[in-house]
Structure formats: C-alpha cells, structure tokens
C-alpha cells in the first residue's frame, strides 16, 4: 500500500473537534437538490468535511454566466454545455478521492427515485423557485426527513430547517403563494412551455456564506444520536437571516406546523422488494406485485408523473403519438422539428395515464420508459388497501 492509500481525509484536522464523530461523517449519506452558486458551495464543503456519500440532482446545464458565482464550474463546462450535476460531482471527487458523488441529471421530483430520500440522513436544498422548494417539502415529510433551505439574493440570504413535526415549508406559505404554486404545477391535459424563474442578481460571498451555514447545520443534524448533539443548537423551526449590507445577522423562530396540511404525509410502512427494479417491464411488474402483496388487483399510482401517449394540437387538429412521460414530454417536442415549431403558434392537449394496471395498453415497456425511476417506491392501490413498495434491486446503484 502506498501513501497516498494510507492517508485518510481529515485525520489529525477535524478529529481535533470534540463534537465531530469521523465514522459518522464517513459513513453520512446527504442529497443536495440544486447544482448552482448555493449547490457548488454546498457540495464543496462537504466534499472537504469528508461526507462519504452525497447525491446531487439538477437538470440544468452550464453558461457562461454562472461562472462568477460557482467555484466548481470553468469555462469549458458552459462551451461544453454540460450538466450542472455531472460538473459538481466530478469536481468534489477531485477535491476529495475518497469519496463518492452520484449526479442526477433530471427532476428533483419525477427522476430522482424515492430511496435515495429514504436513504439519506439529511437533504440540502439549493433552489431558485417555490414550486421546487414545494416538491422537495412534500418528499422529505413522505420519507420523515429534515432539509435544509438556502436562498440568497444580492448580499443577503437565510437558511432554515424543515423538520417533520417541527416545521414545514407548505405550512408558512401564503394563501396567495399557495394559489400561485397549484395553477403553475396543474392544468395537467395542457402543454406548457417551462418558463424559466430568471436570473436573480447575487454574489459569490452571499453564496459561500449561505452555503457554509447549510453545511453547518446539516453536520449538526448528522451528528444529532451522538453525545456531542447537546452542545448544538439547530435552526430547526427557525429562520437565519443574513445582511450584507448591514453586516447584521438575526434569527427568528419560524416554525409552522398545521395539523390539517396535506404535506405531512408520511409513506409508512414501506415494503422493500429486493426482485423488483424499474428496468422490469409493467407486465413482470404488476405480476411480481400481485404475488408479492397477496392481493389479486393492482394498480400503480402514478404520484410524480403520467406517462403521456399522445398529444393533439388544435390548429392544424392533428395528434402526435409521442409515449414519454410527462417529465420528458418538453425534451422530446423541443426535439422535434414539426412539434417545435407549432408549440408556438397552437395550444397542445396530452393524453395520459395516471394509474397503471392491468388494462395499460403498453405492458412491454420498462418502468423507466413510463416515468417510474431507478429506486423508486411505488404507491399501489389493492383491494385490500394501499401499500408503498421500494424497487430496491435497484438500490446497489447508489450505495
């Protein structure tokens, strides 16, 4: 064995620390939901801290102008054009070569399978909009996980926590804010152009700082079953508000938590399947179901996406059989020439399926192929009630 091989990240540095545990962080498993400015900060830090595992999701891909804010980026990443994700990844592996960083280039919602959030012990969110930072709270209370939320504009920012019992972003939205989220993510039979949030002006202090403070408390919350937790105190129903101008740093207690929200679903007890993997067809599928559950109706709900077999535009009148799932159905019109070119001059209707049974005319098609990821947990309805199934041959990939 070489030196190089015998070295291990961080001894003799952060083991000096009384509350820092080195199997702990080894051992950690932390998703970060966002690859911009606030994510290359994020994932920077725990790449440094040694975190062992980090999982990091975006479906966006580099420009030039991300580069005064995001210190993993270089300039032949956005002449490139490539993913966020994949550059953040491949850079905290050169910083740190005993770790390991998966990208997910997709949705945080419809790619991202539902293990990952069950299996992780804290997820960081990086993100831009509401209706993101909405999907990501209602995932992170189905598997009874804390997030960390990070914003920043100018030379401000705020981090808070969201805890399952504690604290829950739908909870503190606005009725108006809530509105605007619903009409933005409904009117499912109509095809819409994704429109972008835009660029929001900020510095790259604004985001060291508030990324160093989401690090900060996601190693609290890592370290929370240890005997070090005691001498923490966590923003877990607060709000961290920073100033830049002012120089001034507040923090107000900003836990709400309503007991009628339909956010605090929790997906409980989930069955894990160790034969069960999205590349099985929907046929093998809901056959292994049946047997599994002992039941002889299934029917696999469709939770975070539709699988989209036809859409129709309404002049000139003329269908298009397309077979992607919703996710995909932007990706797949912006690449075709006739569908490109009419999505602007005409309205699109899409057929759909939402629930997959034994009815479902495309039995041969894999999971992935309708829009179910890689471990993933499947809602399925029987006629002995509901039941949460995880795809877990799957789940080697990501371990």
Request: aromatic content about 10%; some cysteine.
């Amino acid at each position: 064995m070489n030196e190089q091989n015998k070295y291990e990240w961080g001894e003799g540095v952060f083991t000096l620390l009384s509350w820092f545990k080195k199997d702990k962080v080894k051992n950690a498993r932390v998703l970060v939901v966002g690859a911009g400015a606030l994510g290359n900060e994020v994932v920077k830090d725990l790449a440094l801290f040694g975190v062992g595992h980090i999982y990091v999701v975006d479906f966006d891909q580099i420009e030039l102008s991300n580069l005064t804010r995001s210190v993993l980026f270089r300039e032949e990443d956005a002449y490139n054009h490539s993913y966020k994700a994949e550059i953040v990844a491949k850079r905290a592996m050169e910083i740190n070569p005993q770790i390991k960083v998966i990208p997910f280039v997709g949705n945080l919602l419809s790619e991202v399978g539902f293990g990952i959030y069950r299996m992780v012990d804290v997820v960081i969110g990086c993100l831009d909009s509401r209706i993101a930072r909405y999907q990501l709270n209602r995932l992170c209370m189905r598997a009874g996980k804390s997030w960390v939320d990070g914003s920043i504009e100018n030379m401000t920012g705020s981090v808070q926590v969201y805890t399952p019992g504690v604290a829950c972003y739908e909870c503190g939205l606005s009725r108006d804010e809530f509105n605007h989220i619903m009409v933005r993510t409904g009117c499912a039979d109509v095809v819409n152009l994704q429109s972008s949030a835009g660029r929001v002006a900020t510095t790259p202090i604004s985001a060291s700082i508030i990324g160093a403070i989401e690090v900060q408390e996601a190693m609290k919350i890592i370290h929370l079953d240890t005997e070090a937790a005691s001498q923490f105190k966590t923003l877990q129903g607060k709000l961290l508000h920073y100033e830049g101008l002012t120089n001034s740093t507040n923090v107000y207690k900003f836990a709400s938590w309503k007991n009628t929200c339909t956010a605090h679903e929790r997906w409980e007890p989930v069955i894990e399947a160790p034969n069960l993997s999205a590349t099985q067809t929907v046929r093998e599928t809901l056959s292994a179901l049946k047997s599994l559950l002992q039941v002889e109706n299934v029917e696999i709900n469709m939770c975070n996406n539709k699988f989209v077999d036809v859409v129709v535009s309404d002049k000139p009148e003329k269908e298009f059989k397309v077979m992607v799932p919703d996710s995909q159905l932007d990706r797949y019109m912006s690449a075709n020439d006739e569908l490109r070119k009419l999505r602007y001059i005409t309205t699109f209707h899409k057929s759909f399926f939402e629930n997959i049974d034994a009815e479902f005319p495309y039995q041969d098609l894999t999971l992935q192929q309708i829009g179910i990821p890689l471990f993933d947990v499947l809602q399925v309805s029987t006629e002995k009630g509901l039941f949460h199934v995880e795809l877990d041959a799957d789940a080697h990939l990501f371990l």
